[in-house]
């Protein structure tokens, strides 16, 4: 069994940063790509980066220069550092680990960005 434990969202004023983690522990022998999700009130759950093993990244066009993801193979964690924050890039952020044919995803964490 693979858990995901996300950290990091809060407040923060548009404008602002905000950094974000998430680390895989468990039954672990490779993970592919790790990213980053996530789901506004009211709207399906969208894509916003994700980051293969091998270190090459996408990102959704709405996040494309401001949002850096990374990861640290060695720790199964990944990670998305947030600038220029927006008002529209409020939502809960949930992480993605690909481990085989299966996605394991987290709880979850609360981003809110005020205007």
């Known amino acids: 069994q693979v858990q995901l434990v996300e950290s990091g969202g809060g407040l923060v004023q548009a404008g602002g940063s905000l950094s974000l983690s998430c680390a895989a522990s468990?039954?672990?022998?490779?993970?592919?790509?790790m990213g980053w999700y996530r789901q506004a009130p009211g709207k399906q759950r969208e894509f916003v980066a994700k980051?293969?093993?091998?270190?090459?990244?996408t990102y959704a066009d709405s996040v494309k220069g401001r949002f850096t993801i990374s990861r640290d193979n060695a720790k199964n964690t990944v990670y998305l550092q947030m600038n220029s924050l927006k008002a529209e890039d409020t939502a809960v952020y949930y992480c993605?680990?690909?481990?085989?044919?299966?996605?394991?995803w987290g709880q979850g964490t609360q981003v809110t960005v005020s205007s």
């Open positions: 980051i293969t093993q091998a270190g090459t990244t």
């Open positions: 993605g680990a690909d481990i085989g044919s299966i996605r394991n």
């Open positions: 468990g039954r672990i022998l490779f993970i592919n790509a």
